[in-house]
């Protein structure tokens, strides 16, 4: 499950979570008939129109095993909030993994096989964090990647802002709360800022950007996907 955004704007992360998973022997289909989840149209209060992606989600995953997605948001969505909005999406709603939840306690990964030379900082997002409870999980698959340089990112728990439409219709606050989580990622001098959620990164990363700081936003798949025969470039 690409997840809308990541379809859209960030298609190298979805590319990452392929050759990812196969690396580690599964076979990965991209069911076309998938859109968006719906998490946008139900946080705003449209309830209807996101149950009816609700359902279509839950027709285009029909018959997998596992439903996997590079988002803490978009998965605690689909967990979390879709059995409530109709009954048939409750099997899908049981087989649906955030990336690191379903490397480490599905597959029993850790190391996946990464080399990534870099000094990195690791931003937890807040549906991961809070929703689903992923924990240290993303962590112990950085900490296993070689020539990775793992620096803590100050008040790491803080949110960085983004939150959807929060964004759009409290943007002075949500300025500030990204001024915030800025200064902490510059703190680390790290060169590459990564969590499991392309919205954040796209927020983080447009506000460093802007500020010409050097400093790339990158999801934690393509850092994973990331070998010496394949490697990813932070100047590209």
Same mark, same amino acid.
């Given at each position: 499950?690409?997840?809308?955004?990541?379809?859209?704007?960030?298609?190298?992360?979805?590319?990452?979570?392929?050759?990812?998973?196969?690396?580690?022997?599964?076979?990965?289909?991209?069911?076309?008939?998938?859109?968006?989840? @719906?998490?946008?149209?139900?946080?705003?209060?449209?309830?209807?129109?996101?149950?009816?992606?609700?359902?279509?989600?839950?027709?285009?995953? %029909?018959?997998? %095993?596992?439903?996997?997605?590079?988002? @803490?948001?978009?998965? @605690?969505?689909? &967990? %979390?909030?879709?059995?409530?909005?109709?009954?048939?999406?409750?099997?899908?709603?049981? &087989? +649906?993994?955030?990336? #690191?939840?379903?490397?480490?306690?599905?597959?029993?990964?850790?190391?996946?096989?990464?080399?990534?030379?870099?000094?990195?900082?690791?931003?937890? +997002?807040?549906?991961?964090?809070?929703?689903?409870?992923?924990?240290?999980?993303?962590?112990?698959?950085?900490?296993?990647?070689?020539?990775?340089?793992?620096?803590?990112?100050?008040?790491?728990?803080?949110?960085?802002?983004?939150?959807?439409?929060?964004?759009?219709?409290?943007?002075?606050?949500?300025?500030?709360?990204?001024?915030?989580?800025?200064?902490?990622?510059?703190?680390?001098?790290?060169?590459?800022?990564?969590?499991?959620?392309?919205?954040?990164?796209?927020?983080?990363?447009?506000?460093? #950007?802007?500020? #010409?700081? @050097?400093?790339?936003?990158?999801?934690?798949?393509?850092?994973?996907? #990331?070998?010496?025969?394949?490697?990813?470039?932070?100047?590209?």
């Amino acid at each position: 499950m690409a997840t809308c955004l990541t379809d859209t704007f960030f298609p190298d992360t979805a590319r990452a979570v392929v050759r990812l998973l196969e690396r580690l022997d599964c076979v990965v289909e991209f069911p076309a008939a998938q859109t968006c989840c @719906g998490q946008m149209h139900y946080n705003t209060g449209y309830r209807r129109e996101a149950t009816t992606l609700a359902k279509r989600t839950a027709k285009a995953f %029909d018959g997998y %095993d596992a439903v996997v997605a590079p988002s @803490g948001s978009c998965v @605690g969505m689909v &967990r %979390d909030l879709y059995p409530g909005l109709h009954r048939s999406t409750a099997s899908v709603a049981a &087989r +649906t993994y955030e990336l #690191s939840e379903f490397l480490v306690d599905v597959l029993g990964v850790t190391d996946v096989g990464a080399y990534f030379p870099h000094r990195v900082t690791y931003h937890p +997002t807040c549906h991961s964090l809070r929703m689903l409870g992923v924990g240290d999980k993303p962590l112990a698959l950085l900490r296993a990647v070689r020539g990775l340089d793992l620096v803590e990112l100050p008040e790491e728990r803080s949110c960085c802002g983004f939150g959807g439409t929060f964004a759009l219709k409290n943007a002075e606050t949500s300025t500030a709360m990204l001024a915030d989580k800025m200064r902490n990622v510059l703190d680390t001098r790290a060169q590459v800022v990564t969590a499991g959620d392309n919205s954040c990164l796209m927020h983080i990363g447009g506000g460093l #950007s802007r500020l #010409s700081t @050097g400093v790339r936003a990158l999801h934690l798949a393509e850092i994973l996907a #990331s070998t010496e025969e394949e490697p990813w470039a932070v100047t590209r």
